[in-house]
T-cell receptor, first 105, second 117 residues
């Protein structure tokens, strides 16, 4: 099956810093989603992004399907951004291992 | 937007009993729903794909007789953990896909934390 790799596995930031999370996938996908899992386990859908770039406030995402990767950008990070960020590819909804983000005040 | 409701959010049961978890799509019809389990500090592992009106498709290594999935309508899928044991304790999450062309992609329930004692 398709392989999904996320990097970095862990990321510690100071509040206000910017960051880039990466998601590589091993085969063509119909779609890709980014999620934020909060401390209570709820998965928040951040972006549904088959290709191109989308922005939502301080977050933006870019998927380059032909090169099999997607990037999630977080600008001016806040402590509430802490949690685990997952990408999942749509063909069979496989999840990457996630990036655990900690934003320190 | 698309909303998926999952109940219960937490359940504690005795070893040997069965537990049913419900996943409902509230404002859209979902012909396909997915069930995942997540162990602490790990990623989500796809357990099975639930198809309305037909048998579920289970991932390799998932016991279909232990994790019974029923998708009787376009808005409801259930996962029953039969004869639960402590090693079944986990966080179970369902998801549903909206209609083709939906901007929402896959929407997830809030999860069920199962503790078997």
């Amino acid at each position: 099956g398709i392989q999904v790799e996320q990097s970095p596995p862990d990321l510690i930031l100071q509040e206000g810093a910017n960051s880039t999370l990466r998601c590589n996938f091993s085969d063509s996908v119909n779609n890709l989603q980014w999620f934020h899992q909060n401390p209570w386990g709820q998965l928040i859908n951040l972006f549904y992004i088959p290709s191109g770039t989308k922005q939502n406030g301080r977050l933006s995402a870019t998927t380059v399907a032909t090169e099999r990767y997607s990037l999630l950008y977080i600008s001016s990070s806040q402590t509430t951004d802490s949690g685990v960020y997952f990408c999942a590819v749509e063909n069979d909804m496989r999840f990457g291992a996630g990036t655990r983000l900690t934003v320190k005040p | 937007g698309a909303v998926v409701s999952q109940h219960p959010s937490r359940v504690i049961c005795k070893s040997g009993t069965s537990v049913k978890i419900e996943c409902r799509s509230l404002d859209f019809q979902a012909t396909t729903m997915f069930w995942y389990r997540q162990f602490p500090k790990q990623s989500l592992m796809l357990m099975a794909t639930s198809n309305e009106g037909s048998k579920a498709t289970y991932e390799q290594g998932v016991e279909k007789d232990k994790f019974l999935i029923n998708h009787a309508s376009l808005t409801l899928s259930t996962l029953t953990v039969t004869s639960a044991h402590p090693e079944d304790s986990s966080f179970y999450i369902c998801s549903a896909r909206g209609a083709a062309g939906s901007p929402y992609g896959y929407t997830f329930g809030s999860g069920t934390r199962l503790t078997v004692v």
